[in-house]
Each structure stands twice: as C-alpha cells, then as structure tokens.
DNA sequence: GTCTATAACGAGATAGAC
DNA sequence: GTCTATCTCGTTATAGAC
C-alpha cells in the first residue's frame, strides 16, 4: 500500500505536516491559521479537517513527527560519534542547522505558549524536553567516566543547562538573524563542560 | 496635575499597561484579545481603543514600560552590589522573580513571536536584549579585572551567554511549574564564570 | 479525497451618544 | 473618559455534492 505518488509530492497529510512545521516554528500555534496552510498548498481549509479534525490534533501530529526526526538524529549521533566532545558538537549542530533555516526549535517555540495550548499537546511537549535530558545526561556521564569532559556538578544539572542554552540562544539569535551569535554561546556553554570548539567546522572559507 | 485616584487603582492607562503586560507573558502576544483586556479590567473595548489606539500601539507601550522598570533594576543592582558575583546573582534573582509568577520574561515571549510583531515592536524586543548584553558585558569586565570572575573568552560572550541561558531557562522551566530547574540552571551558568553558588538564599526551611 | 457553501464565533476597530 | 451599537474580517468548523 502507499506505493504511487512517492516522488515529486508525498501524500497531502505529509505535505500538510511539512508547512505547518514550518509556519509553527517561524511564526508559533497562535500565528498560523488552517487557512495559511491551505493558501500554501492550493487546496481548501475542508480538506484540512479531512485529515485533521482540528488544530489541536495537527499540533499533536506536528510534535510527534518532530520528535521522532529528532530521537532519530541522536541515535545517528550515538552510532557516528564516540566521544562525548564529538556528540555535543554534532547535538549543537542540529539546532543550528534548525536556526539556519529562520526557524526556532519546534518544542521550544510550543514552550512559550504552553499556557494557550491545546491539553494534548502540553504533555508531548514536556516529553521531548525530558527525553533530551535523558540523551545528554547519558552522553555526559560518559564523557564523565573517560574523563573528556569535566563538570563541576552533576551530569543531570549540566545536561539541563545545554538544553536551556540552546534553546534560549535560537530564541534570542533568530531576531538578530544572525547564527554566529547562536554558535558563539554555545561554544561557551559547550566550554563550560570542558569542550574545546577552538577548530569549529570552518565557515566554508 | 495627576494627584487623585492615585492610592487604590491608578489611572485606567497603567491598569490597562498592567494586565496586558500579564497576559503576554503569561499567554503571548498572539495569545491574548482586546476582549480579554477589557473583561479583566470590566470595561469596554472600546475604551480600550480610546487609550491605545490599537493593539500595536499597547504592545509598543508594554515594552517601553517594561524595559524602564527592568533597566532601573539594574541601576539599582549597581548601587546596591559592589563585585561582580553579587551582581550576576541579584541578577539571575531577577529573573527567578518573574518566573516564580509564572510568568516569562516579556521581551523573552516577544522573541517568540518575533516573526509576527508589529515593526516597531520588533526594534523595541532587540534593543532590550542589546541593553542587558551591555550591562552584563560591564560587570564581566569588572569581575575579571579584579579577578572575581574567570572568563574563557572574550565578556561580551559570555554576557551573550548569560543572556541566552536564562531567558532559555525560564522558557523550559516554566512548562514544568519548577522554579528549581531554572535555579540550578542559572547556578551552572553562573559556575561557568566563575561564580560558586553554593550558599544560595536558603529556599525558606 | 477534495470541493462549494455556509454557519458560528471572535477579533480589532470606529462612530457617535452620554 | 466611557459607553452602546455596529462593522468588517479572519478563523475554525460542518454539511453535503462531486
């Protein structure tokens, strides 16, 4: 089943997610209307409710295609990279690449309006949140234990610390448009636990 | 001229400049109507309108109003804190403030939503970040000077750094309703430069 | 699965009386 | 300065044809 149309175009729900990801982390739950999504796939806000019955379960779709991607990527990282340094870069580059494209980090943009989102959506929210705790504790225990990091408290605290970071430097950088500001503090945050970033991926020439 | 009806309720202006400035940091500017305003306040839109010609125009109040409030915080964290380190505490303890409310910082919430914001907010948010990072850039440099503090680079960073880490803590923490996680997250950033917060203000028993 | 048509509501805003 | 009344528009959502 779902063999056609592969190519140029998924299925509509997909291309769905896809905008509504995207006008999520640029513009937030309560700036895009189920009418923005459906001017920008030339289709009517009808065929929206077909396939999702309401904003509040494509938010709840949004976030779980999102944290999958996302708890996808970390597994890639545990499986290229084997030091704790060499993780905590590549997890600094996911975000990066996110900010990149203008965007904030879909959880982190749903953080700010917690208070207005829809019950269901509250919860996967805090999910995601915990479940990267639960990454970079792990990675820093490690680096911990081989001595390629060096923490000044527990590897739980340190962990929270990145998370909130980075998270706080997407959102000031981005209306600055300015990604250096980003990478600069998280070249401190990353310091802080004893990375060294002197030798940054060279900005291409 | 202003002398009566200044003891219980102030004028309708900064009640109103009041409960705007709690229901975006509470809610968003995205997040909150004229309705909602005017229900709390039991007047009429209306009325509303007379004060702040439009949304755009109170949200451009709220900031200007904010920023002075906070900004005469940090002159009085200059007079009333000589070092570096008691500086950067009563600082984070700024924050923790806003937090314990339940609330974000404003500009923080703005930054949010940034991509929707009537222009001239949008200077407003960036120019309130630009004043912290200069505030704090200052402390840093007099901490290192006198060696309270230990910088890896350069104080501008580190401000950037600062700036970044809290309003991202206030920003995850706030979902979980823990004031701790924001604490302990301020504390490894404050550690970081060099600040030992092993005796914080004992939570009350 | 996608459309047309339309309902039902809420938002920001204005005119003009008091 | 605050109100009532009203307007216009956008947003979410549904019924039913194709």
């Known amino acids: 089943m779902a063999r056609a149309q592969q190519h140029l175009g998924a299925d509509t729900a997909s291309r769905i997610l896809d905008i509504g990801e995207e006008l999520v982390q640029t513009r937030g739950f309560n700036g895009f209307s189920y009418g923005d999504v459906a001017a920008d796939l030339k289709i009517t806000t009808a065929t929206l409710h077909y396939h999702f019955p ?3 379960e494509l938010g ?3 976030i779980a295609r999102y944290a999958v991607r996302f708890f996808d990527a970390l597994s890639a990282i545990d499986a290229r990279h084997s030091g704790a340094p060499a993780r905590l870069q590549a997890y600094v580059d996911l975000y990066a690449t996110v900010l990149r494209e203008r965007r904030l980090c879909l959880c982190g943009m749903l953080a ?8 269901p959506m509250r919860d996967a929210v805090i999910q995601f949140f915990d479940e990267n705790e639960r ?4 990675v820093m225990e490690q680096g911990c234990e081989t001595g390629a990091l ?30 250096a500001r980003f990478q600069s503090a998280a070249d401190c945050l990353l310091a802080s ?12 020439r």
């Open 60 to 62: 709840r779709a949004l």
């Open 193 to 204: 636990v004893g990375v060294s970033t002197s030798l940054h991926p060279a900005p291409a």
């Open 135 to 138: 990454w970079l504790t792990r």
């Open 150 to 179: 060096r923490l000044s408290g527990p590897a739980r605290e340190a962990a929270r610390m990145i998370v909130c970071g980075l998270e706080g430097a997407m959102l000031v950088a981005r209306p600055y448009g300015d990604v």
């Open 112 to 119: 700010s309006e917690y208070n207005t989102l829809p019950e």
């Open 54 to 56: 309401g904003k509040a």
